[in-house]
């Protein structure tokens, strides 16, 4: 059974900083492209970052040059260290999984993120 489990989401001040975390279960970890998203109320879910099995990493522009995402293959687990946070940064935000090879993606549940202003 696949489990994807994100932790390390709260409540911070604007400027402040989060370390979320994934931990993965049940698949192949390496052979994945793993990737966070989030979800603010009323809106779409979106792409954060993603880290790919070789290491290359993608972001979404609103985040570059705040957020880091990271894997540690022998942990089982990606990581996303989120710098200079922002209101809008306020989301759930969901780890997830995905080997286009195989046709597979999985989620986590999500751990809120919410930024004072």
């Known amino acids: 059974q696949v489990q994807l489990g994100e932790s390390g989401g709260g409540l911070v001040q604007a400027g402040g900083s989060l370390r979320l975390s994934c931990a993965a279960s049940g698949i192949i970890f390496s052979a994945y492209t793993m990737g966070w998203y989030r979800q603010a109320p009323g809106k779409q879910r979106e792409l954060v970052a993603t880290?790919?099995?070789?290491?290359?990493?993608n972001y979404a522009d609103s985040v570059k040059g705040r957020f880091t995402v990271s894997r540690d293959n022998a942990q089982n687990t990606v990581y996303l260290q989120m710098n200079s946070l922002k209101p809008e940064d306020t989301a759930v935000y969901y780890c997830n999984a995905e080997r286009k090879q195989i046709g597979a993606t999985y989620w986590g549940q999500g751990t809120q993120v919410t930024v004072s202003s």
């Open positions: 880290i790919t099995t070789s290491g290359s990493t």
